[in-house]
């Protein structure tokens, strides 16, 4: 049972720990864009969102669906990695992190201000 029943701050750890798969895969996407025959790989991150808010927070039980891309264009070598597509994902990416990061921190510091304003008034 966790510490703290806030199903606000799972969802945010989920956002943080897709956000890393995500970075993860779009690194890995890159360093094979000369790889001939290698294909794109994603996470739907909404679609992974979704489910982690679908019933109980079941943390050890959600691991992301990695997926190969398809519609993007392939070169005559099969490979399909463009550098332009993964850089923006890799700023998105970053971008809901450092959002999720912010909120969490503003969630532990009004966790933070209530628990020395219960103390001091008793």
Do not use: C
């Amino acid at each position: 049972m966790p510490m703290i029943e806030d199903p606000s701050i799972g969802w945010l750890a989920r956002v943080l720990d897709l956000s890393v798969v995500r970075s993860e895969l779009v690194m890995s996407n890159m360093a094979n864009i000369d790889t001939p025959g290698y294909r794109t790989r994603d996470v739907n991150f909404r679609q992974e969102l979704e489910r982690a808010t679908d019933g109980p927070f079941e943390y050890a039980a959600l691991s992301p669906a990695v997926h190969t891309v398809q519609g993007l264009v392939e070169r005559p070598d099969g490979n399909n990695v463009s550098l332009e597509r993964e850089g923006l994902l890799l700023a998105d990416t970053q971008l809901r992190f450092n959002a999720a990061i912010q909120l969490l921190r503003d969630k532990f510091k009004m966790l933070n201000s209530a628990i020395h304003e219960g103390s001091s008034t008793s």
